[in-house]
Antibody
Framework: QVTLKESGPALVKPTQTLTLTCTFS??????????AGWIRQPPGKALEWLAR???????FYSTSLKTRLTISKDTSKNQVVLTMTNMDPVDTATYYC????????????WGQGTLVTVSS | QSALTQPPSASGSPGQSVTISCTGT?????????VSWYQQHPGKAPKLMIY???KRPSGVPDRFSGSKSGNTASLTVSGLQAEDEADYYC??????????FGPGTKVTVL
C-alpha cells in the first residue's frame, strides 16, 4: 500500500524559506523508475506542478519557479524534501506530494496535502 | 490562469451520465496522449481516475471513461452515484518534464 504524508510549517513569513518534507511508504525511490513530485494549490485555484525527483537523482522544476525551488531525497528515510526560497503571500497554498508512474507522465498516488500560509 | 480549461461545475441525477471537458493547446493535450484525471473529495487526497487519456487504474469503476479529440480531453462518468460527487481535475504532460493542470470541475449529483 502506497501512502504519502506531507509535513512542514503551517505559517511562514514573507521572504523566509519554506521546507516541506514528504514521508512515504509502499515504494522506494532507490528503485529504478520510481519518481516523486510536488504540486500546490492556492485556495480556490488550480493545481500547479512544482518539481520532480527521480530514482537516479535527476531533478526537474517548474520553469516559472525554478530559481526558488530545490528538491531532494533521502532514500534511507523514504523522504522527499522541497525547499522554496523568498516566500510571498501569493505562495499561500496547499502543497501536495505525489508519486509518479515510471513513465513520468502522471501522478498515481497523492498525499493529503499541507496548507502553508505566508503572512507577516 | 490555468494552462488547461475546465468548466467550473457539472451535474447530473443518479444513474445519468456527466461529461467534463478539459481544453488544452498544441503544446500539451493536442501533442501528447498523456492526459490524466483526478478525483478529489473535500479534505481528501486527489485520486487517479484515468491516465494516458483513457486507461483506468486497477480499482476504478468502469463507469469512468476518458477520451480525447483535438485539443479537448473528456471524462465521462456514467451511471452517476452519490459517491461520485467530488472535484475533478485534468492534467497533461506538456513536454520537457513539465506538467499542467486544469482548475477543476465540481460534480454535483442532484
Amino acid at each position: 500500500q502506497v501512502t504519502l504524508k506531507e509535513s512542514g510549517p503551517a505559517l511562514v513569513k514573507p521572504t523566509q524559506t519554506l521546507t516541506l518534507t514528504c514521508t512515504f511508504s509502499g515504494f522506494s525511490l532507490s528503485t529504478s523508475g520510481m519518481r516523486a513530485g510536488w504540486i500546490r494549490q492556492p485556495p480556490g485555484k488550480a493545481l500547479e506542478w512544482l518539481a520532480r525527483i527521480d530514482w537516479d537523482d535527476d531533478k526537474f522544476y517548474s520553469t516559472s519557479l525554478k530559481t526558488r525551488l530545490t528538491i531532494s531525497k533521502d532514500t534511507s528515510k523514504n523522504q522527499v524534501v522541497l525547499t522554496m526560497t523568498n516566500m510571498d503571500p501569493v505562495d499561500t497554498a496547499t502543497y501536495y506530494c505525489a508519486r509518479m508512474d515510471p513513465s513520468g507522465t502522471y501522478f498515481d498516488y497523492w498525499g493529503q496535502g499541507t496548507l502553508v500560509t505566508v503572512s507577516s | 490562469q490555468s494552462a488547461l480549461t475546465q468548466p467550473p461545475s457539472a451535474s447530473g441525477s443518479p444513474g445519468q451520465s456527466v461529461t467534463i471537458s478539459c481544453t488544452g493547446t498544441s503544446s500539451d493535450v493536442v501533442y501528447y496522449k498523456y492526459v490524466s484525471w483526478y478525483q478529489q473529495h473535500p479534505g481528501k487526497a486527489p485520486k487517479l481516475m484515468i491516465y494516458e487519456v483513457s486507461k483506468r487504474p486497477s480499482g476504478v469503476p468502469d463507469r469512468f471513461s476518458g477520451s480525447k479529440s483535438g485539443n479537448t480531453a473528456s471524462l465521462t462518468v456514467s451511471g452517476l452515484q452519490a459517491e461520485d460527487e467530488a472535484d475533478y481535475y485534468c492534467s497533461s504532460y506538456a513536454g520537457s518534464n513539465n506538467y499542467v493542470f486544469g482548475p477543476g470541475t465540481k460534480v454535483t449529483v442532484l
